[in-house]
C-alpha cells in the first residue's frame, strides 16, 4: 500500500473468530479501534511492545490469482512464528492484507467474474482458518473502469454475505474523496480512511476534518469511520514524493511534540497525533488506523500518544522485585493544556509543564507485604533561570498526604539529576494515587521529569 492521500485505495478488512495457529480465538470487537499496518519486510524486524496498544495488526501483504486462488509465497514460516509470538503476548487480531502495489494484476480478472469471486472467498476463509489470521485486508491498486467498480462493490457485498453469519466484520478503506455505492457502504462495518496528507502537503487536523465530513456526505456514518494516522513524512521539494519515517526524523531533528516540520520534510508530530485521535473520540469515529507502526520512534512515542489520548487513566503499577516503585513519564497520565512527554537520548521524560493546571498521576498497588514507609526522590532537569518553583506531590491512599519541593538548577534541560525529596511517606497496603503539580511557576516552567522513584525504608 503506497501512503499517498490522492490515490484511490481499497481495503477490506474481515474479522474472524475461527483463527488457530497464530492467533487461536481473538477478543472481542474493541469500541475504539487502533489498527496498523505491518509490512513484511518488517515484521521479523518488529519491536513486539509496539503492538501493546494496538487492536488490529494487519499483515501487508499477499496476493490473489486471476482464477480465486491465494499466492501466499511471501508469507514465510518465520514470519508465521513471530506473529504467533506477537499473539500469545498480545490480544490483538491478525489480519491478512492481499494486493497494493504491484501485486494487485489480479484482482480485476478474479473480482469481475462471478465464479472466480466465488471461489477467492471459498479460499480465503480456508486460508485465514488453516494459518490462524483473524481477518482479511483487501488493497486493490486500482479499479479504474466501471465494471472493475462494479466488481469492487460485488466482492464486498458478498464476502459480507458470507461472513456475516459467522460474526465477521467488514472493512473498506478508502482515501480522500472516494465515492462508493451505497450497496458497498450499506455492507461495510468500518471504513479506513486514509486522510494523511493532502496536495500541497498539509496533514492538520483540518484536512482529516474535511475528509471525514466527506465520507460523511457519501452515506457512511461516523461509527463506520477510521481516520488514518501517518507515522511516515512527506518532502517538501517541489515535484518530490520522497518519504521517511518519522523515527528517522526525530533522531536528527528531535521535534517537539508540537511541531510538524523539519528540514524538508512534513509530519505528525506527537501533538497532532493526540489531536486527531481526540477529534476521532469526540466525533465518535470507529477509531484510527496507523500507516504503518514500524516507522515510529524506538520508544514508541507517537503509539504512546494514540493510548494517552484514549486512555488517559495511569497504568495500575506494582513494585519492582526490591520493592522500589518506579513511577515514570510513559506510565504517568497527564492532565492540562501544556505538559507532553518527549524523549531525551532515548528516556521518555515529561516537559513543557508550564502551567500551574498541568497535572501528572499515578497509580500504585500496594501489597501486604510491601506496606511501609517510603523514602522519595526525583530524576529531573532545569534550566538554571528557570530554578525556583515549587512543586506538590501528594498521595491519595488511605490518607491524604502532601509533600513540597522547591526546585533546584541543573545544568540545563538535558543534563538530569536525583534529589530526595525531604520527608518519608508512608504507603498501606491498596491502591494508591499519585499526583504532582506546580504550585509556583515564578519564570513560567517547572521542570523536565523523568522518574519519581519510591524506595522502601529498612
Same mark, same amino acid.
Request: aromatic share 10%; hydrophobic share 40%; proline share 7%.
Given at each position: 500500500?503506497?501512503?499517498?492521500?490522492?490515490?484511490?485505495?481499497?481495503?477490506?478488512?474481515?474479522?474472524?473468530?475461527?483463527?488457530?495457529?497464530?492467533?487461536?480465538?481473538?477478543?472481542?470487537?474493541?469500541?475504539?479501534?487502533?489498527?496498523?499496518?505491518?509490512?513484511?519486510?518488517?515484521?521479523?524486524?518488529?519491536?513486539?511492545?509496539?503492538?501493546?496498544?494496538?487492536?488490529?495488526?494487519?499483515?501487508?501483504?499477499?496476493?490473489?490469482?486471476?482464477?480465486?486462488?491465494?499466492?501466499?509465497?511471501?508469507?514465510?514460516?518465520?514470519?508465521?512464528?513471530?506473529?504467533?509470538?506477537?499473539?500469545?503476548?498480545?490480544?490483538?487480531?491478525?489480519?491478512?492484507?492481499?494486493?497494493?502495489?504491484?501485486?494487485?494484476?489480479?484482482?480485476?480478472?478474479?473480482?469481475?467474474?462471478?465464479?472466480?469471486?466465488?471461489?477467492?472467498?471459498?479460499?480465503?476463509?480456508?486460508?485465514?482458518?488453516?494459518?490462524?489470521?483473524?481477518?482479511?485486508?483487501?488493497?486493490?491498486?486500482?479499479?479504474?473502469?466501471?465494471?472493475?467498480?462494479?466488481?469492487?462493490?460485488?466482492?464486498?457485498?458478498?464476502?459480507?454475505?458470507?461472513?456475516?453469519?459467522?460474526?465477521?466484520?467488514?472493512?473498506?478503506?478508502?482515501?480522500?474523496?472516494?465515492?462508493?455505492?451505497?450497496?458497498?457502504?450499506?455492507?461495510?462495518?468500518?471504513?479506513?480512511?486514509?486522510?494523511?496528507? $493532502?496536495? +500541497?502537503?498539509?496533514? /492538520?487536523? &483540518?484536512?482529516?476534518?474535511?475528509?471525514? @465530513?466527506?465520507?460523511?456526505?457519501? #452515506?457512511?456514518?461516523?461509527?463506520?469511520?477510521?481516520?488514518?494516522?501517518?507515522?511516515?513524512?512527506?518532502?517538501?521539494?517541489?515535484?518530490?514524493?520522497?518519504?521517511?519515517?518519522?523515527?528517522?526524523?526525530?533522531?536528527?531533528?528531535?521535534?517537539?511534540?508540537?511541531?510538524?516540520?523539519?528540514?524538508?520534510?512534513?509530519?505528525?508530530?506527537?501533538?497532532?497525533?493526540?489531536?486527531?485521535?481526540?477529534?476521532?473520540?469526540?466525533?465518535?469515529?470507529?477509531?484510527?488506523?496507523?500507516?504503518?507502526?514500524?516507522?515510529?520512534?524506538?520508544?514508541?512515542?507517537?503509539?504512546?500518544?494514540?493510548?494517552?489520548?484514549?486512555?488517559?487513566?495511569?497504568?495500575?503499577?506494582?513494585?519492582?522485585?526490591?520493592?522500589?516503585?518506579?513511577?515514570?513519564? $510513559?506510565? +504517568?497520565?497527564?492532565? /492540562?493544556? &501544556?505538559?507532553?512527554?518527549?524523549?531525551? @537520548?532515548?528516556?521518555?521524560?515529561? #516537559?513543557?509543564?508550564?502551567?500551574?493546571?498541568?497535572?501528572?498521576?499515578?497509580?500504585?498497588?500496594?501489597?501486604?507485604?510491601?506496606?511501609?514507609?517510603?523514602?522519595?526522590?526525583?530524576?529531573?532537569?532545569?534550566?538554571?533561570?528557570?530554578?525556583?518553583?515549587?512543586?506538590?506531590?501528594?498521595?491519595?491512599?488511605?490518607?491524604?498526604?502532601?509533600?513540597?519541593?522547591?526546585?533546584?538548577?541543573?545544568?540545563?534541560?538535558?543534563?538530569?539529576?536525583?534529589?530526595?525529596?525531604?520527608?518519608?511517606?508512608?504507603?498501606?497496603?491498596?491502591?494508591?494515587?499519585?499526583?504532582?503539580?506546580?504550585?509556583?511557576?515564578?519564570?513560567?516552567?517547572?521542570?523536565?521529569?523523568?522518574?519519581?522513584?519510591?524506595?522502601?525504608?529498612?
Amino acid at each position: 500500500m503506497k501512503p499517498l492521500c490522492c490515490l484511490c485505495l481499497f481495503f477490506l478488512a474481515v474479522v474472524s473468530g475461527h483463527a488457530q495457529k497464530i492467533a487461536g480465538g481473538h477478543p472481542s470487537a474493541p469500541k475504539f479501534r487502533i489498527a496498523a499496518y505491518v509490512p513484511e519486510y518488517r515484521i521479523l524486524a518488529l519491536n513486539p511492545d509496539f503492538v501493546s496498544h494496538i487492536t488490529d495488526l494487519i499483515f501487508f501483504s499477499l496476493e490473489p490469482t486471476p482464477d480465486g486462488g491465494i499466492d501466499r509465497s511471501r508469507l514465510t514460516p518465520a514470519m508465521e512464528a513471530k506473529l504467533a509470538a506477537i499473539k500469545r503476548r498480545y490480544p490483538v487480531r491478525m489480519i491478512a492484507a492481499f494486493g497494493g502495489a504491484d501485486r494487485s494484476q489480479s484482482f480485476a480478472a478474479m473480482a469481475t467474474d462471478a465464479g472466480r469471486r466465488r471461489r477467492f472467498i471459498t479460499n480465503l476463509t480456508r486460508f485465514l482458518t488453516d494459518h490462524g489470521f483473524e481477518g482479511v485486508d483487501y488493497d486493490w491498486e486500482f479499479p479504474d473502469n466501471p465494471a472493475e467498480k462494479n466488481g469492487l462493490t460485488a466482492l464486498v457485498v458478498e464476502t459480507k454475505r458470507a461472513l456475516s453469519p459467522l460474526g465477521l466484520q467488514v472493512s473498506v478503506a478508502t482515501a480522500p474523496g472516494d465515492w462508493f455505492d451505497r450497496k458497498l457502504i450499506a455492507a461495510v462495518d468500518q471504513f479506513n480512511l486514509m486522510s494523511y496528507y $493532502d496536495d +500541497a502537503h498539509r496533514g /492538520g487536523l &483540518a484536512v482529516s476534518q474535511s475528509d471525514v @465530513d466527506h465520507l460523511i456526505r457519501n #452515506g457512511a456514518k461516523p461509527g463506520q469511520i477510521s481516520l488514518g494516522l501517518p507515522f511516515f513524512a512527506e518532502s517538501l521539494m517541489t515535484g518530490s514524493d520522497e518519504e521517511t519515517f518519522y523515527a528517522k526524523l526525530a533522531e536528527k531533528y528531535h521535534p517537539k511534540p508540537k511541531e510538524d516540520a523539519a528540514g524538508d520534510y512534513v509530519f505528525n508530530g506527537v501533538q497532532t497525533v493526540m489531536d486527531k485521535t481526540q477529534y476521532a473520540l469526540d466525533r465518535r469515529l470507529g477509531g484510527v488506523m496507523i500507516f504503518e507502526l514500524a516507522q515510529d520512534t524506538p520508544d514508541g512515542a507517537l503509539s504512546k500518544a494514540i493510548h494517552k489520548t484514549v486512555d488517559p487513566s495511569p497504568d495500575l503499577l506494582s513494585p519492582e522485585a526490591d520493592g522500589t516503585y518506579l513511577l515514570t513519564a $510513559d506510565n +504517568a497520565a497527564l492532565d /492540562g493544556p &501544556a505538559a507532553r512527554v518527549e524523549t531525551s @537520548d532515548g528516556v521518555s521524560d515529561i #516537559g513543557y509543564w508550564t502551567s500551574i493546571d498541568d497535572r501528572t498521576r499515578w497509580k500504585i498497588d500496594v501489597p501486604p507485604t510491601r506496606a511501609g514507609i517510603y523514602a522519595m526522590s526525583l530524576e529531573y532537569a532545569c534550566a538554571p533561570r528557570y530554578a525556583g518553583s515549587a512543586l506538590t506531590l501528594t498521595f491519595n491512599g488511605a490518607q491524604r498526604q502532601t509533600f513540597t519541593l522547591t526546585v533546584t538548577a541543573t545544568k540545563d534541560w538535558d543534563t538530569f539529576q536525583t534529589i530526595p525529596l525531604p520527608g518519608h511517606v508512608t504507603l498501606k497496603a491498596g491502591q494508591t494515587t499519585i499526583q504532582m503539580q506546580a504550585k509556583t511557576l515564578p519564570s513560567g516552567d517547572l521542570i523536565n521529569l523523568r522518574h519519581v522513584i519510591l524506595t522502601p525504608m529498612p
